[in-house]
């Protein structure tokens, strides 16, 4: 694939997939002898290519169109200027693991140059990122070797990311997040339960325009009063709940309070920012973090590459969510977003849609499948009467999606209960008896009742813990009546029980 850059700005760039679909390589054109880098050894070969009568006879080592920088389709003294332009930039390697995350980034070139730079990541049994290091490379002491200069670790709350933590430094805090409910207005609702451990909450919009505040450490955790820098700044967002200001709530006038400003294209790259915070601020389009060296932002289970406007791995369930298994929220970013990487793009809209609720008139809540092969877990409004306490109603509610999205996720088992894709209409999937899919789903929706029941917000509202309590009890009831497995207690035994 070849990306074109605007007249005047960077070149094309050109793009490699493995068997996978994974991005491996990105180079940009000029890389007249394929090394990897586009430099002033690319020269003698570009110059000859130009004044070969035919370009066909020349025996050089890449092909003719890596010298087309202006993308115009001709190889001619026209993209000299964009040539020169280009020198000195690289191209990168991109790996991935055998469950297709990706784990590093790094100079194409085999023989690393002073300067260079390469990113590591590793992630948890969920698949959440955990750690990041960037490396550089060193010459200043032979032997000439990588050298980490940053570790960061994360810590995260489902798929809410509350910290980060420098590894260099002892784990010390570099940026705390603060969360409220994002566009589906539902995530971070919760708040800690008794154990500590924050409510699970995987909804609709997976945080996207739910971050409220930051308190960043400034990257000083060592030595005399290192609170003296310490900044806390609260986020605004647009319709989409991408990051457009963020701002200092404590400053002395309005003029001052605003630290960061974004404006976007309508696929997250960044045309324009501004303030002292804007270029430290990794949150920024859909309400993600972004890396700088790669430029990607991470959506938990894919990468987002903006300046392809498209992701950079195949969709996790293949076409079963779309011929294009790389497009980004349907090829519709001003209008759509994506949560994680996974869901099918507006679930919310379709959810809340009167053909889609009449699906679900006789279930408090199912998977929606669409024309397009999207399966978005929903629930029917009107299968949730008040019980006189709106904590305990959210909770509910909450629960009832993470049952829905469970189903969503059990994928292997979608070309046989619901294989939406050739339907021309909304569709509910039915499970045909009740299997290990039921479990699995109860065992969710259970385990999610129990948090958040004793959750702090729970605990404040008097009649909300007999509410969810109830609750708890049928999921519980439902188990055993079906035989579903469980997991005994870890400090007990690993085996698995039953109810």
């Not at 603060?178 to 609702?189: E, H, P, Q, V």
């Not at 399966?375 to 949730?384: E, I, N, V």
Request: proline share 4%.
């Amino acid at each position: 694939m070849t990306l074109q850059g605007p007249a005047g700005g960077h070149a094309a760039q050109r793009l490699l997939y493995d068997a996978d679909g994974n991005l491996t390589t990105e180079f940009a054109a000029g890389d007249m002898n394929c090394d990897g880098d586009v430099t002033f050894a690319d020269t003698n070969i570009f110059v000859a290519k130009i004044g070969c009568p035919n370009i066909t006879d020349c025996n050089v080592p890449c092909t003719w169109t890596h010298g087309d920088i202006n993308g115009d389709g001709v190889l001619s003294w026209d993209d000299i200027d964009p040539y020169i332009a280009q020198l000195g930039t690289a191209g990168r390697k991109f790996e991935w693991d055998a469950e297709n995350r990706l784990i590093r980034v790094g100079p194409l070139h085999a023989t690393p140059a002073a300067g260079d730079v390469k990113v590591e990541y590793a992630y948890d049994y969920l698949g959440r990122r955990i750690e990041r290091r960037k490396y550089t490379w060193q010459t200043a002491n032979p032997p000439a070797s990588w050298t980490l200069a940053e570790s960061t670790r994360y810590v995260w709350s489902d798929w809410l990311l509350l910290m980060e933590l420098d590894g260099l430094q002892g784990n010390a805090v570099l940026r705390k997040y603060t969360w409220g409910l994002d566009l589906a207005g539902l995530n971070g609702a919760g708040a800690s339960s008794g154990a500590g451990i924050l409510p699970a909450g995987l909804t609709g919009a997976g945080g996207i325009g739910g971050l409220l505040a930051v308190y960043d450490t400034n990257g000083t955790t060592t030595g005399q009063n290192p609170e003296a820098d310490d900044m806390s700044y609260a986020y605004l967002y647009n319709a989409n709940g991408d990051v457009g200001q963020v701002i200092d709530p404590n400053a002395a006038s309005a003029a001052a309070s605003l630290v960061a400003r974004y404006e976007y294209d309508p696929y997250g790259g960044v045309t324009a920012l501004s303030g002292s915070y804007a270029a430290r601020n990794a949150i920024r389009f859909s309400t993600k973090p972004f890396d700088p060296v790669t430029g990607l932002g991470y959506w938990g289970y894919r990468w987002y590459s903006p300046k392809l406007g498209r992701w950079v791995s195949r969709d996790p369930i293949e076409e079963e969510g779309g011929t294009n298994i790389l497009a980004y929220s349907g090829n519709c970013a001003v209008g759509n977003v994506d949560a994680l990487g996974l869901q099918c793009s507006d679930c919310w809209t379709t959810c809340q849609s009167e053909e889609a609720q009449a699906l679900l008139a006789t279930a408090r809540g199912g998977v929606i499948c669409r024309p397009d092969g999207c399966r978005c877990a929903c629930y029917r409004g009107s299968a949730f009467p008040s019980s006189g306490s709106q904590v305990a109603d959210r909770i509910i509610r909450s629960c009832v999606l993470e049952h829905e999205e469970a189903h969503v996720e059990q994928e292997s088992d979608w070309a046989t209960y619901c294989p939406c894709s050739d339907r021309l209409t909304l569709q509910q999937h039915r499970w045909w008896g009740w299997g290990h899919q039921e479990c699995q789903a109860y065992m969710r929706e259970y385990t999610c009742l129990l948090l958040q029941r004793d959750g702090e917000d729970c605990r404040r509202d008097p009649l909300c813990r007999d509410v969810v309590q109830a609750e708890v009890d049928d999921a519980l009831e439902w188990m055993r009546s079906h035989v579903c497995p469980r997991d005994a207690d870890e400090e007990e035994s690993p085996v698995i029980g039953f109810w």
